[in-house]
């Protein structure tokens, strides 16, 4: 009987042995690719919102706008680089409405503009108020 049991725990222990790589194959859920993929994607679209902030901001009526109302362009710009999450994509959102709005070098702004203007700088203001 003894014999029987170090034959069988020898048996064991060389399954044991051979077996564990083949149970510590890592399994993802998610496509390490995939998830590469996405982040990468993220990273693009923010580094899109803030070039589309910074464009709006380098425009010569918003930055009459800004000087108007006391406010710093150059504070503004540095500000931008710190944005994330909901606050860039609506800075962004509000920067893409104005570069539409100004764009093919219109030389006249409307109220509607200038509103949209006025909240994109608030907007930043804000934000980096809260920071």
């Known amino acids: 009987m003894h014999t029987f049991r170090q034959i069988l725990s020898a048996f064991l222990i060389v399954g044991l042995v051979s077996s564990t790589p083949a149970l510590a194959q ?11 993929q996405a982040v990468e994607q993220r990273v693009t679209q923010q580094d899109a919102d803030r070039a589309a902030i910074r464009e709006a901001l380098n425009r010569p009526e918003v930055r009459e706008a800004a000087q108007h109302f006391g406010v710093d362009i150059g504070r503004m710009n540095a500000s931008v ?51």
Do not use: F, M, W, Y
């Open 26 to 36: 890592q399994r993802h859920v998610i496509d390490p690719s995939a998830l590469a």
């Open 81 to 131: 680089a710190t944005l994330a999450g909901n606050d860039l994509e609506r800075a962004a959102t509000a920067a893409r409405h104005v570069n539409d709005t100004l764009a093919g070098g219109a030389s006249t702004v409307v109220i509607s503009t200038t509103t949209i203007i006025i909240a994109l700088l608030v907007v930043i203001l804000l934000i980096v108020a809260l920071k």
